[in-house]
Protein backbone atom coordinates (compact mmCIF):
# COMPACT_ATOMS: atom_id res chain seq x y z
CA UNK A 1 0.00 0.00 0.00
CA UNK A 2 2.98 2.40 0.94
CA UNK A 3 4.40 1.74 -2.41
CA UNK A 4 1.31 2.11 -4.36
CA UNK A 5 0.42 5.78 -2.46
CA UNK A 6 3.99 6.97 -3.93
CA UNK A 7 3.38 5.68 -7.36
CA UNK A 8 -0.19 6.06 -7.60
CA UNK A 9 -0.74 9.73 -5.76
CA UNK A 10 2.65 10.88 -6.02
CA UNK A 11 2.55 14.56 -4.85
CA UNK A 12 -1.26 14.76 -4.58
CA UNK A 13 -1.10 14.60 -1.03
CA UNK A 14 -4.82 15.27 -0.36
CA UNK A 15 -5.57 11.35 -1.87
CA UNK A 16 -2.81 10.42 0.75
CA UNK A 17 -4.35 11.97 3.36
CA UNK A 18 -7.66 10.98 2.38
CA UNK A 19 -6.02 6.96 2.52
CA UNK A 20 -4.14 7.47 5.53
CA UNK A 21 -7.36 8.87 7.57
CA UNK A 22 -9.50 6.14 6.47
CA UNK A 23 -6.40 3.75 7.73
CA UNK A 24 -6.51 5.66 10.65
CA UNK A 25 -10.27 5.25 11.28
CA UNK A 26 -11.23 1.67 10.62
CA UNK A 27 -7.27 -0.28 10.44
CA UNK A 28 -5.56 1.61 13.33
CA UNK A 29 -3.54 -1.51 14.02
CA UNK A 30 -2.05 -1.15 10.83
CA UNK A 31 -1.75 2.08 9.86
CA UNK A 32 1.46 2.87 11.45
CA UNK A 33 3.24 0.38 9.64
CA UNK A 34 2.06 1.94 6.46
CA UNK A 35 3.13 5.05 7.31
CA UNK A 36 6.71 4.45 8.68
CA UNK A 37 6.83 2.11 5.12
CA UNK A 38 5.19 5.21 3.13
CA UNK A 39 8.02 7.90 4.98
CA UNK A 40 11.12 5.59 4.57
CA UNK A 41 10.16 5.81 0.59
CA UNK A 42 9.23 9.32 0.54
CA UNK A 43 13.05 10.49 2.39
CA UNK A 44 14.81 7.64 0.19
CA UNK A 45 13.04 8.81 -3.04
CA UNK A 46 13.34 12.90 -1.94
CA UNK A 47 12.68 15.66 -4.65
CA UNK A 48 8.63 16.81 -5.70
CA UNK A 49 7.22 14.26 -3.30
CA UNK A 50 9.26 15.01 -0.21
CA UNK A 51 8.22 18.95 -0.24
CA UNK A 52 4.71 18.01 -1.11
CA UNK A 53 4.46 16.02 2.06
CA UNK A 54 6.23 18.54 3.62
CA UNK A 55 3.78 21.62 2.61
CA UNK A 56 0.71 19.16 3.93
CA UNK A 57 1.07 20.04 7.60
CA UNK A 58 -2.66 18.12 8.27
CA UNK A 59 -0.78 14.89 6.87
CA UNK A 60 2.18 15.29 8.26
CA UNK A 61 0.57 15.88 11.87
CA UNK A 62 -1.57 12.52 11.17
CA UNK A 63 1.52 10.73 9.95
CA UNK A 64 2.75 11.68 13.53
CA UNK A 65 0.30 10.57 15.37
CA UNK A 66 -0.69 7.26 14.11
CA UNK A 67 3.07 6.40 14.42
CA UNK A 68 3.31 8.14 17.72
CA UNK A 69 0.42 5.99 19.72
CA UNK A 70 1.13 3.65 21.72
CA UNK A 71 4.59 1.64 21.09
CA UNK A 72 6.51 3.27 18.88
CA UNK A 73 9.51 1.33 17.01
CA UNK A 74 13.15 2.98 16.84
CA UNK A 75 11.98 3.25 13.03
CA UNK A 76 8.60 4.92 13.34
CA UNK A 77 11.14 7.26 15.81
CA UNK A 78 13.29 8.18 12.79
CA UNK A 79 10.36 8.67 10.89
CA UNK A 80 8.83 10.99 13.45
CA UNK A 81 12.13 12.63 13.48
CA UNK A 82 12.46 13.28 9.70
CA UNK A 83 8.75 14.35 10.00
CA UNK A 84 9.47 16.83 12.33
CA UNK A 85 12.48 18.57 10.69
CA UNK A 86 10.47 19.23 7.37
CA UNK A 87 10.20 22.78 6.33
Not at 34 to 55: H, I, Q, R, T, W
Not at 75 to 84: P, R, S, W
Request: aromatic share 6%; hydrophobic share 45%; charged share 30%.
Amino acid sequence: LAKALLNECGTDMQKVLAVFSRLDGHYDTDVDDVAELYVNLVKDKAGPVSKALADNRKLVALLIKVMDEGWTSDGEQACIDYLKALK
